[in-house]
């Protein structure tokens, strides 16, 4: 039993600890520091919450084999629509930002919402529907923008102070974990999820409704995307709205490596808390990317990510293998 | 005539609708475009020249992915891998002044990157589509780093402009389309690699049981891919002989979109067509011109891609309507 916790432990922690070893002892031969004052660690609290919701996202629909183009399409219009509401009620003042916040909860849920009923309508392959989608979200931004940043609707000292307070962020970070873990691990919509991901045909049969459980997943990606949304609002202070041919895809692609390293500490522990130490692994990386930015070029910086992802699917899906060779041979 | 035959009839009445449906959008579209740009006072040969030099690469580079798509995967760095392509073209005939060897090295390179990405997911049995996602980070970013290094972020890398443009005629271009097209629908159709990929594509469990090696023939369709994007490549440069940040950008998506919309499902198997990309590329690449013509303001973009994507899913749900399940589709 005792035996049974130590490994399950290490087999959560090692990923992290590994990757905090290496990262804090380059920045350490160099001179530097990773984190070196109050600002970078609001930011590095603020970018795991991105990433950390942003895997969830991609993971709900993916692991049930929808995949959804369209999320960073949905953070967009997420935060363009709840921007122009907040900035119309409040003209940038006090209280902006939990408002801001909360339309952009209510706004993506709508939006998934809606991408989730064309699906269920149309019941043409999610991928295909998520094309669409993303055409029509990114289109709708950019009419109501112009193709231009939004500024001035996203600029309040609202927003400045949760930005610059590291415990804003991480507050979405336990509430968000927290209520995912309870809704798909302690609910019976998680259950009925869990049934319909494993063997669709036979949930069906067994009397599980289908619709309602992809709808409620597709409303909620797009709430997180919401926060996804609000979140990067308040790293940059502005909106791009001027994304078009699938330009906001790029969103997507940073949660892939942490959905895989998120459902490898998985086997150990729970998946959602993996995706939050794969979300700290990527912040720490992000942040050694920061101290090294005049030596590590942005593209430098893409070829790195790629290549981690490469290597460690590789050891994903050969781990059996590679433990054949590395173990010592039995005569 | 009996129930059953009624049904059977009005099944193959819609088969025959759906089948025939992306050619009418083909040219109800041609017909359109005609159409606006005559009652606008336009040069309609101009349009025409512009729409046929931007699908004849869309139709093209779609058309080497439909192996792809036959076999139930799909690639989305194709887009990066022809910048990519295109880039160290450039850079070759610039160090080389050879047009031949910049011909050479963009279909190796383009070839290359298709065999590597098939390569890694054969070999060590990654997911194809993460694979393609990993290549076309690499490859836009060591495209982006060699075009700032050389050339600088806006203006690009060029080569002179009179090496390609005796090669810039639509004769030139409609041969380049014919003889890759025959070829593809020659390996598609008539020869063995085309049958099983469509078997693999439909029913890989039961190809490979039946002997049919999935990673050979992930292999010949990367390589077919490679092929279509080392011509889109070159016609790229034909057309417009500098390479920026952004060219092919869009690319890598417009195929799954031009492929949908000539009728092929994104799922493979036996439905697969390779005139799916042509027809789709080209449809698509209209439906884009007419909406910038009707709305020609600047948000008039975001319009004209709604319209243009509400368009798509109708031409989706409707080709696809035999196709329907009780559960829902993955």
Known sequence: MKNNVGKKLIGTLAIPVIVAAVLWGLCAANGRSMIANRTSFNYFVIYTAIVMITTMALSI?????????????????????????????????????????????????????????????????PIITSLGVTLIYEGVSFTITGGKYVMTEVRSASLSAFAGNWYWPLSIIVVVLAVIVIL???????????????????????????????????????????????????????????SLSFGSIGIMFTAFLPMFIGGYIGRFSNEKLGFLLAAVCMSMLNSTFAVFSNQISASAQSIINAVLLVVFLIYLNNEGLLRKLLSPRKN | MDKNDKLAVSYRRRQTLITVLPFLALAGLFGALCAIVT???????????????????????ATGAVFIYTLGSFDISLGASTLFSATLGVLTYN??????????????????CSLFSSVLASVFHIPVFVTTVAMMSVLSAVAAQLITTYGGALGGISIPSEVVKPLDKPLFKIIVLVVFSALCIFVFNY?????????????????????????????????????????????????????????????????????VFGGMPISGGARSRIYAALVGGFSYILLNNILMLLVDSNAGYGISQIISAVFFLVVVFVTGINYRTQILPR
């Open chain 1, 61 to 125: 629909n993916l692991n049930s084999g929808r995949f959804d183009f369209s999320l960073g399409a949905m953070a967009v219009l997420a935060s363009v629509l709840s921007s122009k509401i907040t900035y119309s009620i409040l003209g940038g003042g006090a209280g902006s930002a939990p408002l801001m916040l909360a339309l952009n909860v209510v706004v993506g849920a709508l939006i998934g919402l809606a991408s989730g009923g064309l699906y269920v309508l149309l019941r043409i392959p």
């Open chain 2, 39 to 61: 009652a606008k006072g336009y040069r309609l040969d101009m349009y025409l020249k512009i729409v046929f030099n931007e699908g004849v690469v869309l139709a093209i580079v």
């Open chain 2, 95 to 112: 160090a080389t002044e050879s047009l031949p060897l910049m011909l050479l090295v963009i279909f190796a390179v383009a070839v290359g």
């Open chain 2, 191 to 259: 020869t063995k690699i085309g049958r099983r990929q469509k078997f693999l594509g439909g029913n890989p469990v039961c190809a490979q049981l039946t002997g049919i090696s999935l990673n050979k023939y992930a292999i010949i369709a990367f390589v077919m891919a490679g092929l279509g994007v080392g011509i889109g490549a070159f016609l790229t440069l034909v057309y417009t002989p500098s390479v920026t940040t952004t060219t092919a950008g869009s690319i890598g998506m417009n195929i799954i979109v031009a492929i």
């Open chain 1, 184 to 242: 798909f691990d302690h609910t019976k919509f998680g259950y009925d999820y869990k049934a319909l991901q494993n063997g669709q045909k036979v949930a069906v049969n067994t009397g599980i409704r289908e619709v309602p459980n992809a709808l409620a997943c597709y409303a909620i990606c797009g709430a997180l995307m919401g926060i996804v949304g609000f979140l990067n609002m308040s790293r940059s202070s502005n909106i791009n709205g001027g």
